[in-house]
């Protein structure tokens, strides 16, 4: 009966210890926030003493993976990972173009006209929603409206 009561007692430790190490990273993963300056350098590291890998500009959709101090690892639309300075995140929703050439319009309708077109990889903040549509602006203050399925 004793032994069985150990076995019982290291089952339940070895699934506390899973479950801690893996609720973190659930945790961050739901987070989502917005590049909140003009331009945010993305490190391969958490530090400034690590190399940038690439820039991104205000709006552009984050997902938090990881936090170490004031640096978050995150992932992009395109399943990249790197590092930021948290004081350049904020939380503002923002969306990402994810197809080539995609129109934003000037009402929420197919039948809406054209305004402008952008390419993948465009960074909006949303300004509000009405059904499959969404309202945004660009950095430039370029407004219109784009389909759901068209960004990230």
Not at 1 to 19: D, T
Not at 88 to 108: H, M, Q, W
Not at 110 to 135: C, D, H, Q
Request: with cysteine.
């Amino acid at each position: 009966m004793k032994r069985l009561n150990i076995e019982i007692g290291i089952k339940i430790f070895a699934a506390i210890v899973a479950v801690s190490l893996i609720l973190p990273g659930l945790l961050y993963a739901q987070e989502r926030l917005s590049i909140n300056a003009g331009i945010a350098n993305m490190r391969s590291g958490p530090g400034t003493k690590y190399d940038v890998l690439w820039q991104v500009e205000r709006y552009h959709p984050v997902q938090i993976i990881e936090k170490k101090g004031n640096w978050y690892k995150i992932k992009d639309f395109e399943n990249d990972t790197a590092w930021l300075h948290k004081s350049l995140l904020g939380k503002t929703v923002g969306v990402i173009t994810i197809k080539e050439k995609c129109n934003v319009r000037s009402k929420p309708a197919k039948s809406g006209g054209i305004l402008f077109t952008v390419e993948k990889g465009v960074p909006f903040k949303v300004l509000a929603r009405k059904g499959n549509w969404i309202k945004i602006e660009h950095a430039d203050s370029d407004v219109g409206w784009i389909y759901k399925t068209l960004v990230w």
